[in-house]
């Protein structure tokens, strides 16, 4: 059959740099380099460059660029050259697209809307130098009133079970199977470093990373892969997972060709087959179903540990959430439309949920309003790019965020998109033995270390900027947030007022 898909990108090679040392073609598990010895130079076939960028970070002479295929389309805003593209690799397959990682559509996106206070002559600013700061934060249930022994005023209240970072920031979930071990032992030793936690996914947790369960996130997923008491009993904490930001209303996909024998063993799932988590946990179909899940999970583990939702950023977020609350979730965590993914269904990916920003602002609101707020710790997720972003989603309520592009781009990611073929040339999004020898775990965990120390730096300075010595005063502080470019019903759900506004 005639092929109408044309390549995506273009390998552009300088002839005058290019020394021809076959690096680019050992780097590509793609196989788009090949050095032809009776042409006498590299040659590429640009159908099957995806964009990874290894070889040319890889190339010692610099010789190589990677530029989108020239082709224009008609000009048309309607039938767009990619829309056209879509469909015609439908044509040819009579398959749903899939994709990997966040939604990369141009939709608004509110963190660049929204401008950060700081302190002027009043009220003075801080300096995060000299002055302590605290970004220690605390998940997991609140007890209603706190009682105090009034002779040596401590705590006697019982507290419900929760779990501290050092630091606002979490790893978010990326199973073992959608990444390689490497990768996911890198961010577990990076979340032993920084005093946080990293989420093993709905992949079970590898008998590797046990060592590391006082800094594991475990997720019981509606597949309930890799899900036993000796899993649970080794997390710190425990997160049910109805839903993803990047595939919301759908199970989880794990391709045939990235569950290799020890992703089996740890899943508990046959090796080489696709796995399809279910859409609903078929237990679940109601907020009194959640809740027995969530107190079933918690009499399991003697009520030791806090146990957390998850859900996907929909319309009706805030009511959802509230009802987790009501169910006895200890965190309620609330994944955006542009948090990624291993694979998931492209036309999904792309247009449904909401924005995080909208989201998490009226998830705060709404548990304010009906005042459970503080029984429940609320994390934001869904394409945090700096500390900026975390700061934002702080001050419009969240308690700390997740993260996971941004780990993932420190170990090597270029947002290529192609995961799901289990193909990564960095060694991260496959389980090929040749390509995850790529990432080593120690190197991989400081960069990721480094990272997370930076964006700390630059949150206790924008934090001391704004007169504020600690995330708790900070969170939920709208008055240190001032929007630009948004309508009024925008700022009224984000809660802000506009650039200038007293
Ligand atoms: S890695 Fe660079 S220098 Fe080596 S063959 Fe490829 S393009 Fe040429
Ligand atoms: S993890 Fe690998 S395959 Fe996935 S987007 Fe990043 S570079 Fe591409």
């Not at 002055?131 to 609140?142: Q, S």
């Not at 995080?356 to 309003?369: C, G, K």
């Not at 073929?421 to 775990?441: F, M």
């Not at 995330?471 to 809660?495: F, P, T």
Request: proline share 4%.
């Amino acid at each position: 059959m005639l092929d109408y898909v044309y390549p995506r990108y273009k390998v552009l090679r300088d002839a005058d740099q290019c020394i021809k040392c076959g690096v680019c073609e050992r780097s590509c598990a793609n196989e788009v380099h090949r050095v032809d010895n009776d042409l006498g130079r590299v040659v590429a076939d640009h159908m099957k460059c995806v964009n990874c960028q290894r070889c040319v970070v890889m190339c010692p002479t610099r010789a190589l660029s990677i530029v989108e295929w020239p082709q224009v389309g008609n000009g048309s805003n309607n039938w767009t050259l990619s829309a056209m593209q879509d469909i015609a690799r439908q044509a040819q397959t009579g398959a749903v697209l899939l994709s990997s990682m966040g939604n990369p559509q141009h939709y608004p996106i509110y963190w660049d809307h929204l401008l950060l206070n700081a302190s002027q002559v009043t009220n003075p600013s801080i300096d995060p130098l000299r002055e302590p700061m605290e970004t220690r934060v605390f998940l997991g249930g609140r007890p209603g009133a706190l009682k105090v022994n009034e002779r040596d005023r401590t705590v006697v209240s019982p507290m419900p079970p929760r779990i501290k970072l050092d630091v606002p920031i979490m790893f978010s979930a990326m199973s073992f199977g959608s990444i390689s071990l490497n990768a996911q032992k890198a961010l577990a030793m990076a979340a032993q470093e920084l005093g946080t936690y990293f989420n093993c996914g709905e992949g079970g947790l590898h008998a590797d990373l046990e060592r590391f369960g006082d800094r594991a996130v475990v997720q019981v997923a509606s597949g309930r892969f890799g899900v036993d008491m000796h899993y649970l009993e080794t997390a710190a904490m425990i997160e049910i997972k109805i839903g993803q930001g990047a595939k919301p209303g759908i199970g989880g996909h794990l391709p045939g060709e990235k569950i290799n024998a020890e992703v089996s063993r740890t899943r508990m799932i046959p090796q080489g087959t696709d796995a399809i988590s279910p859409a609903p946990h078929h237990d679940i179909y109601s907020i009194e179903d959640l809740r027995q899940l969530v107190f079933s999970l918690k009499e399991a583990t003697r009520y030791t540990k806090p146990v957390a939702v998850k859900i996907a950023a929909v319309h009706n977020v805030a009511a959802i959430a509230s009802g987790m609350a009501r169910a006895g979730a200890d965190v309620i965590v609330v994944d955006g439309f542009r948090g990624g993914t291993g694979a998931a269904p492209k036309r999904i990916r792309d247009n449904v949920g909401i924005p995080i920003e909208l989201a998490l602002a009226s998830v705060d609101a709404r548990l304010r309003d009906e005042g459970i707020r503080s029984r429940v710790s609320l994390v934001a997720a869904g394409s945090m790019r700096s500390s900026a972003d975390v700061v934002r989603a702080i001050a419009l309520g969240a308690d700390a965020v997740y993260c996971a592009s941004a780990a993932l781009i420190a170990l090597g990611c270029h947002q290529c998109q192609d995961c799901a073929s289990g193909r990564c040339n960095w060694g991260i999004a496959t389980q090929r033995e040749d390509l995850t020898r790529r990432l080593n775990p120690e190197i991989a965990a400081e960069r990721v270390v480094n990272l997370v120390h930076a964006w700390t730096h630059e949150i206790k300075e924008i934090m001391g900027g704004m007169g504020i010595n600690a995330i708790d005063s900070l969170r939920g502080n709208r008055l240190m947030l001032r929007g630009v470019g948004l309508n009024e019903k925008e700022l009224e759900i984000l809660g802000v007022k506009y650039a200038g506004e007293q």
